[in-house]
């Protein structure tokens, strides 16, 4: 165990939240898109976070300690929602169907914003820790100073 | 351990205990590092080093009888010099709030984080005041 463990989990945990809040931003800025490559209007995106070992380990230790081991978090898969997209009356949209209603992204505007916050949050408390352990090394350079 | 000038004389049990105590230090904060990292992983459960209850059994162990050699010609047997304390990581029970079956709350996690470190820094002012006490003894105190 050494100090580049501890800077690596937290640094995972910021590109994690990072990459979350990329996606918030991709589906804020999507909210009306009624046209994507895949066909049909914009689906909403989340990001699934798995918890990964933060360090190289034999099999023995691992074995050993049943995977108690300090874990850093990976994006491991970016998932569409399933949700089925609103159905908004809007006879004068080029993308409505015949019988007038245009399919828009099932996004919840306070839905996101309540993500963005949790996001933020956990983004500063990752900082946060790294700040601890940048203290922490550097009172270890300071013994028999 | 085997050299007594290294093991008794200069640098004694405390500076080793001390340095196994920042190591703990060390390994408890990444410990709540991956606690703080996964705080928005699913089935992630919180684990933290119970380091006061792994300390008393060390004592506890220390505080039994060591053997002692009664005769000249027997052979010399290692003699226990230093506390060893071994924590391994437990893991926390979920409290049941939220629906993701996560049992970190970074609360704890965040209180726990400024606690470990103020603890670590004072260890590491105790075995840099040691190491000083050391060097005055070195240079007589000039």
């Known amino acids: 165990m050494d100090f580049s463990v501890a800077f690596d989990i937290s640094a995972s945990g910021l590109q994690a939240q990072r990459l979350r809040m990329h996606l918030i931003s991709s ?54 929602d399933s949700r089925d997209p609103k159905r ?28 963005l916050m949790a996001a933020t949050r956990s983004y500063e408390a990752n900082a946060t820790v790294i700040d601890a352990a940048k203290n922490m090394a550097l009172r270890a350079l300071e013994i028999g100073r | 351990m085997n050299d007594p000038i290294q093991s008794h004389r200069l640098f004694d049990a405390t500076v080793t205990f001390l340095g196994q105590l920042l190591d703990f230090r060390l390994e408890r904060h990444a410990l709540i590092a991956s606690n703080i ?32 050699r009664t005769h000249d010609t027997h052979l010399p047997g290692s003699i226990r010099e230093q506390l060893s304390v071994a924590a391994t990581p437990v ?21 726990q984080l400024v606690e470990n470190n103020l603890l670590y820094n004072a260890t590491a002012q105790l075995l840099s005041k040691k190491l000083n006490g050391l060097r005055l003894a070195i240079e007589a105190g000039r």
């Open chain 1, 88 to 115: 908004v009356y809007e006879p004068g949209h080029p993308d409505a169907d015949p019988q007038g209603f245009v399919l828009l992204p099932n996004i919840s505007l306070i839905e996101e914003m309540v993500n």
């Open chain 2, 37 to 68: 990292a996964n705080a928005d992983t699913p089935r992630y459960a919180a684990m933290d080093l119970e380091f006061e209850g792994a300390l008393q059994k060390a004592i506890a162990r220390e505080a039994l009888p060591a053997p002692r």
């Open chain 1, 27 to 80: 589906n804020l800025a999507n909210i009306q898109s009624t046209r994507t490559a895949q066909g049909g209007p914009y689906r909403r995106k989340d990001a699934i976070f798995t918890g990964s070992p933060a360090q190289p380990q034999s099999f023995g230790k691992i074995l050993n300690l049943a995977s108690n081991l300090p874990q850093g978090v990976e994006v491991t898969a970016i998932v569409e």
């Open chain 2, 91 to 111: 893991r926390r029970k979920s409290h049941g709030v939220g629906n993701d079956v996560n049992s970190v709350d970074l609360d704890t996690e965040m209180t």
